[in-house]
């Protein structure tokens, strides 16, 4: 069982940066890949990226490729995405989630974070 939580959404102003953290509870953290999904008003939630277990692997969506970047601390039970050069199109709900496997089908995430706002300003 893993519990997350969300932490560093809030308002910015496009081309700026926010970095989002996911706190987990749980022993077995560090054996789960981690990724992050967004959802925007009136869409589906999407993937945005992912990181195998430890961190050696990773995957963007296109869209947020060169502009997000996905990490994790295992010591610290945490997965972060910086977000730079934001854009008004990046304004979702963020969430983090974790995965039995390294992928980027949502069906696949097992466990889910209440997600944190990030909005991006023109």
């Known amino acids: 069982q893993v519990q997350l939580v969300e932490s560093g959404g809030g308002l910015v102003q496009a081309g700026g940066s926010l970095r989002l953290s996911c706190a987990a509870s749980?022993?077995?953290?560090?054996?789960?890949?981690m990724g992050w999904f967004r959802q925007a008003p009136g869409k589906e939630r999407e993937f945005v990226t992912a990181?195998?277990?430890?961190?050696?692997?990773?995957t963007y969506e296109d869209s947020v490729k060169g502009r997000f970047t996905i990490s994790r601390d295992n010591a610290k039970n945490t997965v972060y995405l910086q977000m730079n050069s934001l854009k008004p199109e990046d304004t979702a709900i963020y969430y983090c989630?974790?995965?039995?496997?390294?992928?980027?089908?949502?069906?696949?995430?097992?466990?889910w974070g209440q997600g944190t706002q990030v909005t991006v300003s023109s």
């Open positions: 989630a974790a995965s039995p496997r390294f992928t980027t089908a949502l069906s696949a995430y097992a466990y």
């Open positions: 990181i195998s277990w430890n961190g050696g692997v990773s």
């Open positions: 749980g022993r077995t953290f560090s054996s789960y890949p």
